[in-house]
């Protein structure tokens, strides 16, 4: 030992009397008078500790702890002052130090062996020495020494000195670990891993994926434990046993294992069948490898599996070839010939390319696989077979056979029509209707696809000019009792039951009669839809056209006629329209007109009245009486639409003024601004007024105008006002223009006290804002000047006295301008002049 570290008493030394100083007397006193009083040597040991040397704070702890053996404070006190005594000494060149201090843990262990914190410092101030052995059993000896309940604070030390011990002693010491913590289970398996122990770390992870109330401490999932497991066996395939042996005694094959995970993990398929097919690659295994990727291919369920194990199949064989390639490539450079190697070349070749060319059809496989009753995937596996004609047949026998026709995903009747055209490109008809024989006997989803069965199918014979047989397909289809009264829509039925109301096939059979056989025939037909009660406003026109272009006038009315008994509006008003118009083309008589037009507008909705009176107006201008086309043009007005009778009005006035005279037109122009809205309104008064000044009737045109004046706010309508102004400045006088304004300023104030034309004239201004935004100008305010913000309007109006328009720039919220030139001119009067402006 160096000179600088004075030595430590150790048990078997004798008292050594110099280490008692003079200043000591009165706690050796203490201690000597009662060796047990061990609050005498607590005094000592901290009077030492202020003014004692290391040696004497140990001469004096040793005596301490020989005195009072049991004393855990004692020895506690003793170790901490020997282990700070060696804190940053080497091991290895203090060793004799560090073996008196464990010479003195043993001590002190042999009375206080249930003290954890004892066997905590003990066994902490061995794993800092090169005992693995030694500091092993220590381990050991306090795991059995202590209660269960303070063993975790031994494995926190345990587990790290194994880590650091490693090989065998930490594989042991892991496995003692696992058994009581379960949890950590992980952890070790990572160790077995570095370890090289991959027998052992499978049989863990099989105990892991067979219990349920396992749970990872590291967030991991049942499939990643899966993956790991699958890599050892993968990568160490080698090496670890097959069957691989367990610890009661029975053993499981890996391919076993692997293919549990198939059923387990339905999901994953695909990352399972390449890991199985790698392990037997590593096994150098390549012919079952090979096999295992082709179930793999044939099996899986999803196209994302199937890519997967495909493209690590095309890139195994690939390798493998370049492998043969380089071989023989290595044989011809030594001029060795091996007619075996390369025939196994061939193959490997012929196996790729083949491989590579299947690629359509397993992905087809897969879809199928999915969903056999899936339509058009079958008809894609059709597509590729395009040059094999068995292989066609039989997939089309296959997809018949697999495909479930009220589970069909897409046209099942597709696929027996393509069969059928198939017999037919090669020339076999019969065989094709002996398929569509078949095919109109599947009970489908719908009325729908059989309808397109038999449309089909007559539609094969009328490429082949069977023209008779088409037309005997189709009535075989429409066979159905006299009266039939089954509903289309009741899905209880069979499509087979309900085929004989389907307009489809009605529709197809009758146009087929139309262009092949004769007109009795034909109107046959049309008769049995009517029966049925399944004719639609089409089958009406069509049978009327069809008997009109034949020269049956009267028939084809009558059909018209039926087709109106059975549609109501808005249906009936078409077929009004197309039978009025024939009608009036054939110059039917006049009276049985009237009729008909009187029947058509009984009961006519408004929406629909417009078209059917303007009709019956033409009628009687061109072969009635003037009188009787104003009375129902007059009966229109009251009977239209609201948004057309505005328009109704002005043709009322028009044709009155056309045929009576513009006198006439006074009553209907005061009737049309009684019955019109306001905004309608005002526009008719001011054509009211227009036609009277045309009249000279310049008075009646004022009061007009004066009349629409309540309709008009000038702020959102000046354009009223600009022509009422117009009238003035070219009809009126002073008197007038002012009384004009007057009423103008008035209207103003009324308008301000209603709620909604305020809003209206806010909405007005926010568009006239925008307008000269957008650089148009807008539109002018009420007095002529531009509007302003509608807020802002909102505000002044607030704020002006009741009664009164809040004014912006000029008295009307504009500029001041001359608005009568013509009268203000002659006047000499100045303060006239300044009268007028300010009236202005």
Same mark, same amino acid.
């Given at each position: 030992m160096p000179s600088n570290t004075p030595p430590i008493p150790t048990g078997n030394s004798a008292p050594q009397l110099f280490l008692i100083s003079q200043n000591d007397e009165i706690y050796e006193q203490d201690v000597l008078r009662d060796q047990g009083n061990i609050k005498a040597w607590l005094n000592y040991i901290s009077f030492k500790r202020q003014y004692g040397t290391l040696l004497e704070q140990s001469f004096v702890l040793e005596r301490a702890c020989r005195a009072l053996p049991r004393s855990y404070k004692l020895w506690k006190m003793y170790l901490e002052l020997r282990v700070l005594h060696l804190k940053g000494k080497s091991p290895s060149r203090y060793q004799q130090e560090f073996q008196k201090v464990n010479a003195l843990f043993e001590r002190a262990l042999v009375l206080l062996n249930k003290m954890p914190v004892i066997w905590t410092m003990y066994l902490?101030?061995?794993?800092?020495?090169?005992?693995?052995?030694?500091?092993?059993?220590?381990?050991?000896?306090?795991?059995?020494?202590?209660?269960?309940?303070?063993?975790?604070?031994?494995?926190?030390?345990?587990?790290?000195?194994?880590?650091?011990?490693?090989?065998?002693?930490?594989?042991?010491?892991?496995?003692?670990?696992?058994?009581?913590?379960?949890?950590?289970?992980?952890?070790?398996?990572?160790?077995?891993?570095?370890?090289?122990?991959?027998?052992?770390?499978?049989?863990?992870?099989?105990?892991?994926?067979?219990?349920?109330?396992?749970?990872?401490?590291?967030?991991?999932?049942?499939?990643?434990?899966?993956?790991?497991?699958?890599?050892?066996?993968?990568?160490?395939?080698?090496v670890i046993p097959n069957p691989i042996p367990f610890p009661d005694g029975s053993s499981m094959a890996v391919e076993t294992i692997i293919r549990s995970g198939l059923e387990r993990f339905p999901d994953q398929r695909g990352i399972l069948w390449v890991g199985l097919a790698r392990y037997y690659i590593n096994l150098r295994a390549f012919e079952r490898a090979r096999d295992i990727f082709e179930e793999g291919v044939t099996t899986v369920m999803t196209v994302r599996d199937f890519s997967i194990v495909f493209d690590t199949y095309a890139d195994a064989e690939e390798t493998l070839l370049e492998m043969k390639l380089q071989e023989s490539k290595t044989r011809q450079e030594k001029n060795k010939v091996d007619v075996d190697a390369d025939l196994d070349v061939d193959i490997h070749m012929m196996r790729f390319e083949q491989l590579m060319d299947r690629r359509p059809f397993l992905v087809n496989d897969v879809l199928l696989r999915q969903n056999p009753h899936n339509v058009i995937e079958w008809q894609k596996r059709v597509a590729l077979w395009s040059d094999n004609k068995n292989m066609v047949v039989q997939t089309y026998a296959d997809a018949i056979a697999a495909i479930n026709p009220k589970k069909a995903v897409g046209q099942f009747y597709e696929l027996w029509t393509n069969y059928a055209k198939f017999y037919e490109a090669g020339g076999d008809l019969q065989t094709a209707r002996v398929i569509l024989d078949k095919a109109v006997k599947v009970p489908y989803k719908s009325v729908t696809e059989l309808a397109e069965m038999w449309t089909q199918w007559a539609e094969l014979e009328l490429r082949n000019e069977n023209f008779d047989q088409a037309v005997a397909v189709m009535s075989n289809a429409t066979k159905a009792p006299k009266r039939s009264n089954v509903d289309y829509f009741d899905e209880t039925l069979s499509p087979q039951q309900?085929?004989?109301?389907?307009?489809?096939?009605?529709?197809?059979?009758?146009?087929?009669?139309? *262009?092949?056989?004769? #007109?009795?025939? &034909? @109107?046959? !037909? /049309?008769?049995r839809i009517f029966e049925l009660r399944i004719a639609t406003p089409q089958t009406v026109v069509n049978y009327a056209n069809l008997l009109e272009e034949n020269g049956y006038y009267e028939d084809s009315f009558k059909i018209y006629e039926r087709g109106l008994d059975i549609f109501s509006y808005p249906v009936a008003f078409e077929l009004w329209n197309l039978y009025l118009t024939k009608a009036m083309d054939r110059k039917i008589g006049i009276e049985r007109l009237r009729d008909l037009f009187e029947q058509a507008i009984d009961g006519c909705p408004p929406r629909f009245a417009k078209t059917l009176y303007l009709m019956y107006g033409a009628l009687e201008e061109e072969r009635g009486l003037a009188r009787s086309a104003m009375r129902i043009y007059g009966r229109a007005t009251?009977?239209?639409?609201?948004?057309?009778?505005?328009?109704?009005?002005?043709?009322?006035?028009?044709?009155?003024? *056309?045929?009576?005279? #513009?006198?006439? &037109? @006074?009553? !209907? /122009?005061?009737?049309?601004?009684?019955?019109?809205?306001?905004?309608?309104?005002?526009?008719?008064?001011?054509?009211?007024?227009?036609?009277?000044?045309?009249?000279?009737?310049?008075?009646?045109?004022?009061?007009?105008?004066?009349?629409?004046?309540?309709?008009?706010?000038?702020?959102?309508?000046?354009?009223?006002?600009?022509?009422?102004?117009?009238?003035?400045?070219?009809?009126?006088?002073?008197?007038?223009?002012?009384?004009?304004?007057?009423?103008?300023?008035?209207?103003?104030?009324?308008?301000?006290?209603?709620?909604?034309?305020?809003?209206?004239?806010?909405?007005?201004?926010q568009q006239q804002a925008q307008h000269q935004q957008n650089g148009d100008g807008g539109d002018l305010g009420g007095d002529g000047a531009p509007a302003d913000d509608a807020m802002a309007a909102l505000e002044r109006q607030a704020r002006a006295p009741m009664g009164f328009v809040a004014a912006s720039t000029g008295p009307e919220g504009g500029p001041k301008k001359d608005i009568l030139p013509q009268v203000v001119a002659p006047v000499k009067n100045a303060d006239e002049i300044d009268m007028d402006d300010e009236d202005l």
């Open positions: 902490n101030f061995l794993c800092r020495q090169p005992l693995v052995t030694s500091t092993r059993r220590t381990f050991n000896r306090a795991l059995r020494a202590l209660p269960l309940t303070q063993h975790d604070r031994i494995w926190a030390l345990y587990r790290p000195f194994a880590n650091s011990a490693g090989g065998e002693t930490a594989v042991k010491i892991w496995r003692r670990y696992v058994q009581t913590h379960p949890e950590h289970v992980e952890e070790y398996i990572e160790l077995l891993v570095q370890e090289g122990k991959y027998t052992e770390a499978v049989q863990r992870y099989i105990a892991i994926l067979n219990n349920p109330k396992f749970k990872s401490r590291e967030a991991r999932g049942p499939f990643q434990h899966w993956t790991e497991m699958l890599e050892i066996l993968i990568d160490n395939a080698k309900r085929l004989h109301k389907s307009w489809k096939v009605w529709s197809f059979y009758v146009d087929l009669v139309e *262009s092949v056989s004769s #007109l009795a025939e &034909t @109107r046959k !037909i /049309y008769e009251r009977a239209v639409a609201d948004e057309d009778r505005s328009e109704m009005f002005e043709i009322l006035i028009t044709k009155s003024a *056309s045929n009576i005279g #513009l006198t006439s &037109t @006074r009553t !209907i /122009y005061m009737d049309a601004i009684a019955a019109l809205p306001d905004k309608e309104a005002a526009a008719m008064c001011v054509k009211f007024a227009e036609m009277e000044r045309r009249l000279g009737e310049i008075d009646r045109a004022r009061a007009i105008y004066g009349h629409a004046s309540q309709f008009c706010d000038p702020r959102v309508q000046p354009e009223f006002w600009r022509k009422w102004e117009g009238f003035e400045v070219a009809h009126g006088n002073e008197d007038t223009f002012k009384e004009m304004l007057r009423v103008k300023r008035s209207v103003v104030a009324q308008f301000n006290t209603d709620v909604s034309f305020i809003a209206s004239q806010a909405v007005a201004r």
